[in-house]
């Protein structure tokens, strides 16, 4: 009797290309799942809010130490996410969303999750580490407050400190970008490895330049929006922007099993 024939392994997820302006599209449908499912985005939103209000109000007069922390956010705040990427699925599943299923997706099924947000917590705590250490080394004064930033740092125009930071801080944050675009979202959606999942992310990144970078730049200029109404958008640009990074990656990866069709 010959021996059962061996599991087929499951195909390493595609990545594909995308129109340039096809972030705005992200941006409509995210939109669109965040009107049709509000409290949990809402939630997830008031807590990022809340976050941000205990780091003004930790390091208010340490804004060397603020900046860092702001921006290394950016870098985990895919991990925030994943519950609302969670309602996006199901949404597009035509299921009936609510929190409890947003908070479902924190559980620990698996390790896989848990493995990615800790690389991108020390991601972006060695972002923050640098960057404060750059500015209080090398700024030439005490940088207490924004307007110390700015004068000190981003109009000193006989210094380099400011060009040194947004190209260290561009250094970490592109492939932190590339490898996490899609890798949480499909971590979520399918059996994937992590490995797996980070170089479909940045195949995806790789394939598109251009749609990557105005992708970037919305994510960028949504969160200052947010952050530049004393931090109450965020309530609204956090949800609005996870749900969007849920329809980059459908748009970004190849449907499973769509290669053996």
């Known amino acids: 009797m010959p021996p059962p024939p061996a599991p087929a392994r499951s195909q390493r997820p595609q990545a594909r290309t995308v129109p340039l302006l096809r972030p705005f599209g992200w941006l409509k449908r995210g939109w669109a799942d965040l009107l049709r499912c509000p409290l949990p985005g809402l939630v997830h939103g008031l807590a990022t809010t809340l976050f941000g209000v205990l780091l003004v109000a930790l390091a208010r007069d340490r804004f060397w130490l603020l900046a860092g922390a702001f921006s290394g956010f950016m870098l985990v705040a895919p991990v925030v996410a994943t519950g609302l990427y969670a309602i996006s699925r199901g949404i597009e599943r035509q299921q009936r969303m609510g929190l ?12 896989r999750l848990v493995i990615f947000g800790v690389l991108l917590a020390l991601a ?3 972002w923050v580490l640098t960057s404060a250490s750059l500015i ?3 700024a030439a ?4 407050s924004p307007a110390d930033f700015l004068r000190i740092v981003v109009l000193d125009e006989t210094g380099w400190l400011f060009e040194a930071w947004l ?6 944050a592109a492939p932190m970008f590339a490898s996490s675009v899609a890798a949480i979202p499909l971590l979520l959606d399918r059996e994937v490895g992590v490995r797996d999942a980070v ?3 940045v195949r995806a990144a790789l394939l598109n330049p251009l749609p990557m ?4 730049t919305l994510i ?9 109404t004393a931090l109450v958008g965020l309530i609204v640009a956090l949800p609005w922007l996870a749900h969007a990074s849920w329809h980059a990656y459908r748009d970004l990866v190849e449907p499973e099993g769509a290669s053996e069709r």
């Open 136 to 138: 209080t080394r090398f």
């Open 124 to 126: 972006g705590t060695g």
């Open 220 to 228: 960028l200029g949504v969160t200052l929006l947010g952050m530049a």
């Open 199 to 201: 170089l479909t992310s």
């Open 100 to 111: 409890a299923d947003a908070l479902a997706a924190w559980k620990p099924r698996d390790s």
């Open 141 to 144: 004064a005490p940088v207490n």
């Open 213 to 216: 970078a105005l992708w970037a």
């Open 167 to 172: 190209v260290m801080g561009s250094v970490m």
